[in-house]
């Protein structure tokens, strides 16, 4: 069994960080890409930031310059360092994996975490 678990959310004023992260766990035999996704209240669930096993990294436009995401493979983990925090990133941030599981090696499968809550207050 996989699981992602977020960790890193809370209450940030307006201008101030926060360092999520995301580990998986349980019988991965191969993670390809991870990603962070947010929903604010009333709204859908949007992509923020990709990183791929290789390194690569893209961003939506509304966090570039003040989001990082970045990979630790070892530890099968995932960040997302949030810079410069507006009260509009205010969401339940989620983290996304493509994992391959011991018990079907060959195939992909999306997988989610719990969600963590970022506030920010102006």
């Known amino acids: 069994q996989v699981q992602l678990v977020e960790s890193g959310g809370g209450l940030v004023q307006a201008g101030g960080s926060l360092r999520l992260s995301c580990a998986a766990s349980?019988?991965?035999?191969?993670?390809?890409?991870m990603r962070w996704y947010r929903q604010a209240p009333g709204k859908q669930r949007d992509l923020v930031a990709t990183?791929?096993?290789?390194?690569?990294?893209n961003y939506v436009d509304s966090v570039k310059g003040r989001f990082t995401i970045s990979r630790d493979n070892a530890k099968n983990t995932v960040y997302l360092q949030m810079n410069s925090l507006k009260p509009e990133d205010t969401a339940v941030y989620y983290c996304?994996?493509?994992?391959?599981?011991?018990?079907?090696?060959?195939?992909?499968?999306?997988?989610w975490g719990q969600g963590t809550q970022v506030t920010v207050s102006s």
């Open positions: 996304n994996a493509d994992i391959a599981p011991v018990t079907d090696s060959r195939n992909y499968f999306k997988y």
């Open positions: 349980g019988s991965i035999f191969s993670i390809n890409v």
């Open positions: 990183a791929t096993s290789g390194g690569s990294t």
